[in-house]
């Protein structure tokens, strides 16, 4: 297996109230652009299912069937953010076909009383390892379970599964403005966007603390408030977070970033850039050398579920340490069980306990009960258990 020698981390930073106007403005400009160009291409979503190895704009621009007129490179952007969701949606579109097969009323739990019909998740879990063997990639392996469940949708609003993908899937403009500018020509020659980041390491004699500091500088091309486009001016210094600054004290790169919006459930908008570093991949030993995985998830309604498999000796199966947090965030220990034994280990419904008889070998705290006081750190916590097996405890900072 080859490993990546470089990653890319993105870091959103909120850019300051006096760059937001002129930021949303843009924004609000570029999603009708970009909204345009996926419409008019959406009836040739094929085109984008092969040939990704260029800028997706350079993909685009042949087909185009008209233009913003704000300028080259804020056309290649607009493009290039229209042509990477078309790319994206032409490879959902070949994980549709995969499945397209498995699309029956099988998959369907009928109504049963005052309950109405629903997916059954069961059988679509087993149809999707069933196919399994035959896929290599995950992405699009994680894709069949989606993409099922969505026509699964489909079928309970309309009583009838799709036959091709532009059934299932909708046009998929932006609801919210996304704009990329992977299209412009860098931080320093950008005709859409110019940055540049200030970093500083010193150390003060007074205190003899060694103090360091990473600062961003945004300029942006956007439409002033009578629809004339024009260059703003300079942003105030924006702080970087720590991390970021030990990247770059460290050589990482910078690549394009991205801008977008956070619209809240009251209508507050809120413009971010997405900086993005490209940074040395950390080494990760084969998973034949791994004794212990750790899974994690973040829910709607509960918090968290956290599942831990140890790998056991001989031919005694995996054990597994499972936690699901209680949507109100309420502290809880989940002990451990066999895999397959069929013994359930916890549930965050009625407050059931585990059943199994075995002592924990690894114990899972998740703090944060609603209407305790928020935590300002993490602790860690190692001990001995009842058994004499070693027991561990994590508290995480509250975060609702």
């Not at 059954?120 to 992405?139: F, M, N, P, T, Y």
């Not at 024009?230 to 990482?252: D, H, K, R, V």
Request: hydrophobic letters at 40%; one cysteine or more; a positive charge.
């Amino acid at each position: 297996m080859i490993m990546a020698k470089t990653q890319m981390l993105a870091f959103p930073i909120r850019l300051p109230d006096t760059m937001q106007a002129e930021a949303l403005r843009l924004l609000d400009a570029s999603s009708i652009a970009i909204n345009e160009i996926i419409t008019d291409l959406w009836p040739q979503l094929d085109l984008f299912a092969a040939d990704r190895g260029g800028p997706a704009w350079k993909q685009v621009e042949p087909h185009l069937l008209r233009r913003s007129g704000r300028g080259s490179r804020q056309e290649r952007c607009e493009m290039e953010q229209a042509g990477r969701i078309l790319r994206a949606q032409a490879s959902r579109k070949q994980v549709f076909q995969t499945i397209l097969p498995l699309l029956s009323e099988g998959l369907i739990r009928p109504a049963e009383g005052s309950r109405p019909a629903r997916k059954d998740s069961r059988v679509i879990k087993e149809q999707v390892r069933a196919l399994r063997s035959d896929v290599e990639d995950a992405d699009a392996f994680m894709a069949m379970t989606n993409i099922i469940e969505q026509a699964c949708n489909r079928y309970l609003q309309t009583e009838s599964f799709p036959s091709t993908y532009e059934d299932l899937q909708p046009v998929p403009v932006l609801s919210v403005g996304q704009l990329t500018f992977a299209g412009d020509d860098g931080m320093k020659a950008g005709q859409a966007y110019r940055a540049r980041i200030e970093v500083s390491h010193s150390c003060e004699q007074a205190s003899r603390q060694e103090q360091e500091r990473a600062a961003l500088y945004i300029r942006l091309r956007s439409p002033d408030e009578r629809g004339n486009w024009a260059w703003g001016q300079w942003s105030e210094p924006i702080p970087l977070p720590a991390p970021m600054f030990s990247y770059l004290w460290q050589g990482a790169t910078t690549l394009a970033p991205t801008l977008r919006e956070i619209s809240s459930a009251d209508g507050t908008r809120v413009a971010v850039m997405d900086v993005i570093l490209e940074v040395p991949a950390q080494y990760v030993s084969p998973l034949e050398q791994e004794h212990r995985v750790l899974g994690w998830d973040w829910g709607v309604r509960s918090l968290i579920t956290v599942c831990v498999l140890e790998k056991s000796e001989g031919d005694e199966p995996y054990r597994q340490v499972s936690m699901a947090d209680k949507h109100d965030s309420a502290a809880r220990l989940i002990a451990s069980k066999p895999v397959g034994s069929g013994i359930p280990c916890c549930s965050n419904k009625r407050s059931r306990r585990t059943k199994s008889r075995r002592l924990p070998s690894l114990l899972i705290l998740l703090a944060g009960k609603s209407g305790s006081p928020p935590m300002t750190g993490v602790s860690k916590r190692v001990g001995r258990s009842t058994s004499g097996a070693t027991a561990s405890s994590l508290t995480l900072p509250r975060i609702c």
